[in-house]
């Protein structure tokens, strides 16, 4: 369909109106290969936006359209779902690795057991981002100057995330009244 109106148009862009790049036959066999390569089911609809954008960016670029656009988005699925299979073993070993950070001793007490629980939750529900810059400060305990630097973004972004993720985490213990 997409490719059809690009031959009739015969333009730079890959649609000649507003129109979704992805039909709906496509858009199911992009679904189809996001859920068969293991992407979970709440995760499909992002991983559909992903496929649209990219060929957007492509068409944006002024490369020429895929000769066959449900082939290319397969392929890219396919692709997607390996990234989402490898961010997730990173997320893991990052877990394991702050795992083996902890001392091997119990926890105190029940309320000890409460905070970090609370604070376990309260990171899972940050942005990557701010999850991201609270783990390096506070868990791997590096200076704001170092996160700034292998981040490759100014001070002053790492401090606003630091105070936003900061201040979320704060506002979800006294919510669960863990604080």
């Known amino acids: 369909m997409l490719r059809g109106r690009i031959r009739r148009g015969r333009g730079s862009s890959y649609a000649a109106t507003d129109d979704d790049p992805l039909d709906a036959a496509q858009e199911r066999r992009v679904r189809a290969?996001?859920?068969?390569?293991?992407?979970?089911?709440?995760?499909?609809?992002?991983?559909?936006?992903?496929?649209?954008l990219r060929l957007l960016e492509?068409?944006?670029?002024?490369?020429?359209?895929p000769r066959d656009v449900s082939a290319w988005a397969a392929v890219v699925a396919s692709n997607l779902a390996m990234d989402w299979h490898r961010a997730k073993r990173r997320q893991e070993r990052l877990g394991e690795r702050l795992a083996s950070l902890r001392p091997a001793q119990a926890?105190?007490?029940?309320?000890?057991?409460?905070?970090?629980?609370?604070?376990?939750?309260?990171?899972?529900?940050?942005?990557?981002?701010?999850?991201?810059?609270?783990?390096?400060?506070?868990?791997?305990?590096l200076p704001v100057r170092s996160i700034a630097e292998q981040l490759g973004v100014p001070e002053g972004t790492v401090k606003s995330r630091l105070h936003t993720a900061v201040r979320a985490l704060r506002a979800r213990l006294h919510e669960d009244e863990v604080v």
């Open 33 to 52: 290969v996001l859920a068969l390569g293991g992407v979970p089911q709440a995760d499909l609809p992002d991983g559909v936006q992903q496929v649209r």
């Open 58 to 65: 492509r068409a944006a670029s002024g490369r020429e359209a």
């Open 107 to 141: 926890p105190s007490g029940e309320e000890t057991s409460l905070l970090s629980l609370a604070v376990a939750r309260g990171l899972d529900e940050l942005p990557d981002a701010q999850r991201q810059v609270v783990v390096l400060r506070f868990y791997a305990d």
